[in-house]
């Protein structure tokens, strides 16, 4: 009857031709996939061998705090009100109109309506190759170790490279990426199609560590060799790209002045509140204006005047701390470090500290040394997790990490459509169990003349502005809560974590989240903004720390709420794999009176991650065997406004490989209340169809699609495959991809890769 009640409500709202959809779809919270075999246990292994350490996985919940839990919420508000029964859509409706939203759509034309995707979908499989639909192309762009420059030789498939080269070479697995037209003059260009930049992320050295001659070489102290190609094989890859003579297939043009890697060494400067202060300072940057690297760049962002963000994720996974570090800090210091699992006695699961005297390897440490922090680098740790920019248009310009949108494991970086007049403004996610979702607003209102001023934009729009965290609200309405020091508790008499100033607001943002009672939510991957309406789309990727609504949670386990709300089991081989939410969902929100700028939204749960065979409570988004999937983790809007959707899964790969999905979305408020697989009321959007979403890639074995750019005409697109093969070891390969996707019997080793798609009649992709 709730939807009865919602369908009379939007007609009254929005006029009978609104269609109401015949049922709501939000896909939930993602789990962190591939759980039985994360990418930092393998950094730390041989194969057969057992970990000696546990690394902080990805995800791994490292958030003690006892922020309200948005169950308690529910509890209190929903049944006070007495609307367990089906009233949370009657009651998100009258939200949004309090809101001063409509349920039906709101601000803009919402061109989407017209959208439809035109090709059929690709089946599930576990085949060692890119499968996309009839009619569509595919050919290799580029794969770990190809060299950038005419100089290098070609990769020789036996990790022969040296490491210098690969200040030269792509790097290893490959992750966010964007496309940026490149003019006949040099400049961005928004509009040229034939021609760009690509800019790609290189995330972490990939297991079975195909980059070395043998793999890793085993021992407790690292091989200063293997450790200096690690270090170099991380970080951004930026290659020129153009068309090819005939058909829309784009090629790098190797030995392209524009061609460039940014390493983990690669020197770089602060910007924003925390620059110069005491907490940034190094033996390399005395005064903490400057400091070297990035690293673990996973997601990515764009800005509006045409330059790359990259973005730190797991950064806690390159440094290492002494045991009995403790010692040597204060009280202050050790919350700050343990809340970002940066724990006394931590082996990285890297060791690249352990790999000589170089400066090179010990700044990896944070450990106290010296007598000052400028001496040593015991605020290593500090200089890591931050928004990265880069010019690809300069070839010498010098990255710039801004502290002013905070540290945390940055995934990505998505910017609203810019206004001018208006503030520009940038969501991002915290990808860890229990973590929370930011934005960030500019100070200075955007100007168009600023196109193509490269870091002097740059410093304008992002090194001053306000940091939020977001709270979602068991009726369907959420805050963001500003991360200001002086307000909101963020002072010095703190009594979770005294902060100083500005700067340790932002060096120590999960603290100030904690303190204003953000919600934890399940693993906040990739945001994308529809360029239509300006909702804002997110994935929560997994969470199998979610226990029972009637169970009591331990340590960090986390009982359902309405914007993570399921609790079920994914059965393999007849046996429980995993418990909690191991498919996924993705929630979304549209922003009070449509400003992104706006500190209260609405929001709903787009699309819930499941098996189409699962429960109905599981597969609450009513998915089929034309759109089922699991873990949605990369998410994009292209041009026209079609949401593209990757995933990274370790629930569903018995049945399928990981995949990307083409969807026709809605609007928040076109679905309705549901109760969950476990019995939480939630809210979800309409639900899907085979016209709205569709399977339209899946990739070859144990890999993860990840990373997503098309050009202006919609005629090329780009998708990046990362760790193909990963369950396997260089004497015992489970994948030759890319060789494999042109030759089935090769024994190459398998490499990360950027792949180029295209529609054989040379028409735009997807529709
Ligand atoms: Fe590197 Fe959250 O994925
Ligand atoms: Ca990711
Ligand atoms: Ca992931
Ligand atoms: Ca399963």
């Known amino acids: 009857h709730c939807l009865a009640a919602l369908a009379a409500r939007r007609t009254a709202l929005c006029g009978a031709d609104d269609a109401l959809s015949s049922s709501l779809h939000m896909l939930c919270t993602p789990l962190r996939s591939r759980q039985p075999f994360n990418q930092e246990t393998f950094m730390s292994l041989r194969p057969g061998q057992t970990p000696a350490i546990s690394p902080l996985n990805d995800g791994e919940s490292t958030n003690p705090s006892a922020n309200t839990h948005i169950q308690d919420i529910i509890d209190a508000r929903l049944s006070r009100r007495g609307v367990l029964k089906g009233g949370i859509a009657a009651s998100t409706t009258a939200l949004f109109s309090s809101l001063g939203l409509s349920a039906c759509g709101g601000s803009g034309s919402d061109k989407d309506d017209a959208l439809a995707l035109s090709f059929d979908a690709v089946a599930k499989n576990k085949n060692d190759v890119v499968t996309v639909p009839a009619g569509y192309e595919v050919s290799i762009l580029h794969a770990l170790g190809d060299p950038l420059s005419l100089t290098d030789a070609a990769w020789a498939n036996n990790g022969s490279e040296s490491a210098e080269s690969y200040n030269r070479r792509v790097g290893d697995g490959h992750d966010g990426m964007h496309y940026f037209g490149l003019s006949d003059a040099g400049a961005y260009s928004a509009s040229r199609a034939d021609r760009g930049l690509l800019c790609v992320n290189h995330e972490y050295v990939v297991g079975p560590n195909g980059l070395h001659p043998n793999g890793r070489t085993a021992g407790s102290a690292r091989v200063a060799s293997e450790v200096e190609k690690e270090i170099y094989a991380h970080g951004v890859s930026i290659s020129e790209i153009k068309r090819n003579s005939s058909g829309n297939a784009m090629t790098l043009v190797r030995g392209s002045a524009f061609n460039r890697r940014v390493t983990s060494a690669t020197p770089m400067a602060f910007s924003g509140p925390a620059r110069g202060n005491a907490l940034l300072q190094t033996k390399y940057s005395p005064d903490g204006t400057t400091t070297r690297g990035t690293n673990n760049n996973c997601g990515n962002g764009y800005t509006p005047w045409g330059t790359y963000l990259t973005c730190e994720e797991n950064f806690t996974n390159v440094i290492g701390r002494a045991t009995g570090d403790n010692a040597k800090r204060s009280a202050k210091e050790i919350t700050g470090l343990n809340r970002y699992g940066m724990t006394d006695g931590r082996k990285s699961p890297y060791l690249w500290d352990t790999a000589g005297s170089d400066d090179l390897f010990v700044r990896w440490s944070a450990s106290v040394t010296g007598a000052s922090a400028a001496e040593g680098y015991r605020n290593t740790f500090n200089t890591f997790g931050w928004i990265v920019e880069i010019d690809p248009f300069t070839a010498n310009s010098t990255p710039v990490k801004y502290t002013a949108l905070g540290r945390f494991a940055h995934e990505g970086c998505w910017p609203c459509k810019a206004v001018a007049g208006k503030p520009v403004v940038f ?21 168009a003349a600023d196109v193509g001023k490269g870091h002097t934009a740059g410093a304008k729009y992002m090194s001053e502005g306000t940091l939020y965290v977001a709270k979602f609200n068991s009726d369907g309405s959420g805050t963001w809560v500003e991360l200001t020091h002086g307000k909101n508790g963020l002072t010095a008499s703190n009594t979770t974590y005294p902060f100083a100033d500005q700067a340790d607001v932002l060096v120590h943002a999960r603290l100030a989240g904690d303190v204003i009672g953000a919600t934890k939510m399940d693993r906040p991957e ?3 903004v529809n360029p239509m309406n300006g909702e804002v789309y997110m994935t929560l990727t997994n969470n199998s720390n979610r226990v029972s609504p009637t169970a009591t949670p331990t340590g960090s386990q986390l009982k359902p709420d309405t914007a993570n709300p399921r609790y079920y089991e994914d059965i393999k081989g007849g046996t429980t794999s995993q418990k909690g939410n191991p498919n996924g969902h993705i929630i979304r929100w549209r922003e009070a009176g449509g400003d992104p700028a706006a500190t209260t939204f609405a929001w709903d749960i787009y699309l819930f991650g499941a098996e189409a065979t699962a429960a109905a409570n599981v597969n609450l988004s009513g998915l089929t065997a034309v759109n089922d999937f699991s873990s949605p983790d990369g998410l994009w809007f292209d041009q026209n406004g079609m949401l593209w959707i990757q995933t990274d899964d370790g629930a569903y790969t018995d049945v399928t490989n990981c995949m990307m999905l083409a969807a026709v979305p809605g609007k928040v408020g076109d679905g309705s209340a549901a109760t969950a697989a476990g019995g939480t009321p939630t809210i979800k959007g309409a639900n899907a169809t085979e016209a709205t979403v569709r399977r339209f890639l899946v990739g070859p074995k144990q890999c ?27 004497t015992s390969p489970t994948s030759a991809w890319p060789a494999s996707q042109t030759d089935a019997t090769s024994t190459k080793r398998p490499r990360s890769a950027t792949v180029v798609i295209t529609r054989s009649n040379g028409g735009e992709i997807a529709v």
């Open 526 to 528: 990739w945001g994308a």
């Open 704 to 730: 993860e699609v990840t990373g997503i750019a098309m050009t202006p005409d919609r005629k090329t697109m780009f998708v990046n495959i990362q760790h193909p093969g990963e369950d396997g070891s260089l």
């Open 427 to 447: 969501y991002m996610g915290d990808d860890s169990r229990n973590e929370y979702i930011y934005k960030f607003v500019s100070k200075a209102l955007w100007d």
